[in-house]
């Protein structure tokens, strides 16, 4: 069994309850009150961050990072293919964090864009390391990665294939298929990328001999298989990930020359209490039983599991009000500065950085978090516990570390943060 240190116990109290004697679902090493009831990340205090930043910050532990990595690692130690783990810039692009998963020995980068190789290639990732997955890939994209002869390109369409062949003859290509199996955070439909209803990622079985027999005719060489269904997995979606791979191997099977297989992404981390951490070593044996016998290399391009629970968003409170029966609290910073609430419906779980004795603080056993921008779709949480806090104290807002500012917008310009490896 790999483990995760996610359930150690400290001695810091409780949160909600001021219990010392049981420890929180998101408690570890790195992430926990001090004996004062100041939250903090790495050993840095968050409410001082945020005080001294005076804006959002967002903070990422780059002991954390270095954890998940290795774990991961460990665990496809366990499976007989080589392995090669690529990190999914798209979760979170912070030059700091790409630098240290840089210099943690991370094999590669997994880019959609011409953007993501540029960066990759300043952060120092070689050519050799950096693999495209795009989708609706333009020819200026394709200019680009003919630029880049040494990037791994994985081709998600007949289109793609046909207009790469035309810049760039000759080269070595993935195939990103879509075996119409999704996996995601619990029922979550809007986190699966493959399923009943056709998606616009990858190519379908109907179309798959018409592929190779395309990229073959145009002088491509197809020694990859991609996929990447779905996003946020845990354990109760480890039946659909086998069945994933299962329905993955008529693919495989129809490409003489293959060298690797890329499982994508996907892999999730706990966001509500109940959630349990990824079982690792389940995980493994399902590959190790669908793909065991295939003498390939396994490639995966993890984003939220290196990065997502590395992260916590800060953001101060300005207004407690009730308005209509509900209790508000308004925070400064809106769902712009980290969309997933707002856009997948995921939970997010916020702490007062400074656990309060002040009479001025009232707990809130009701409390609906809500941003500063002028849209009804910028709520944290609704109807939520919320232990004593008042007007000027500062949110935790946890997990927040993988496509938080990455996809974040600078709607009604309030888009601005501060970012913060704590090392
Ligand atoms: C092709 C591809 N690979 C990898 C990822 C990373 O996924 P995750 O962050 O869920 O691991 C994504 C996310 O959308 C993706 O589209």
Request: glycine share 10%; proline share 5%; net charge negative.
């Amino acid at each position: 069994m790999i483990s995760d240190d996610r359930r150690q116990p400290t001695t810091i109290s409780d949160s909600v309850t001021h219990s010392a004697a049981t420890p929180n679902w998101w408690q570890r090493d790195d992430l926990a009150y001090d004996t004062g009831g100041r939250l903090r990340l790495a050993g840095q205090d968050l409410a001082h961050l945020a005080q001294s930043a005076g804006q959002p910050v967002f903070a990422y532990s780059a002991r954390r990072l270095s954890e998940n990595l290795d774990r991961l690692r460990q665990a496809l130690r366990s499976i007989p293919h080589s392995s090669r783990i690529l990190y999914a810039m798209k979760a979170n692009r912070f030059l700091p964090v790409l630098s240290h998963l840089k210099t943690a020995g991370i094999d590669g980068i997994d880019v959609c864009s011409p953007e993501e190789i540029h960066l990759a290639r300043q952060v120092g990732f070689r050519e050799d390391q950096i693999s495209f997955t795009g989708n609706s890939v333009s020819n200026a994209d394709l200019d680009c990665l003919a630029a880049h002869p040494g990037v791994w390109v994985n081709c998600d369409s007949l289109s793609t294939i046909r207009r790469l062949a035309e810049r760039s003859p000759g080269r070595k290509i993935g195939l990103r298929i879509n075996p119409r199996v999704g996996v995601g955070y619990r029922q979550n439909e809007q986190l699966r990328y493959a399923g009943d209803t056709a998606t616009k990622f990858g190519i379908y079985a109907d179309r798959m001999e018409e592929a190779l027999a395309l990229a073959d005719q145009v002088g491509l060489s197809v020694t990859g298989i991609h996929f990447h269904t779905g996003c946020g997995y845990l354990d109760d979606q480890l039946a659909n990930f086998r069945r994933v791979l299962e329905e993955a191997l008529p693919f495989l099977r129809l490409v003489p020359h293959l060298e690797h297989i890329n499982l994508g992404g996907g892999l999730g981390i706990p966001l509500a209490e109940g959630d349990a951490p990824l079982n690792l070593s389940a995980w493994s044996e399902v590959i190790g039983e669908t793909l065991g016998s295939l003498a390939v290399a396994i490639w995966m391009e993890p984003g939220d599991y290196l990065v997502k629970d590395t992260g916590v968003m800060v953001l101060e409170i300005n207004t407690i009000e009730e308005k209509g029966g509900r209790t508000f609290v308004g925070v400064t910073g809106g769902f712009n500065l980290h969309l997933e609430p707002a856009f997948y419906h995921l939970p997010l779980h916020m702490l007062p950085c400074c656990l309060s004795d002040d009479p001025g603080s009232q707990a809130l056993p009701k409390a609906t978090v809500v941003g500063n921008i002028n849209e009804a779709l910028d709520v944290f949480a609704e109807d939520i516990a919320l232990p004593p806090v008042a007007e000027g104290d500062f949110l935790a807002f946890l997990n927040a570390g993988g496509y938080g500012t990455s996809m974040s917008s600078n709607h009604c310009m309030r888009g601005k943060f501060a970012e913060y490896l704590v090392v």
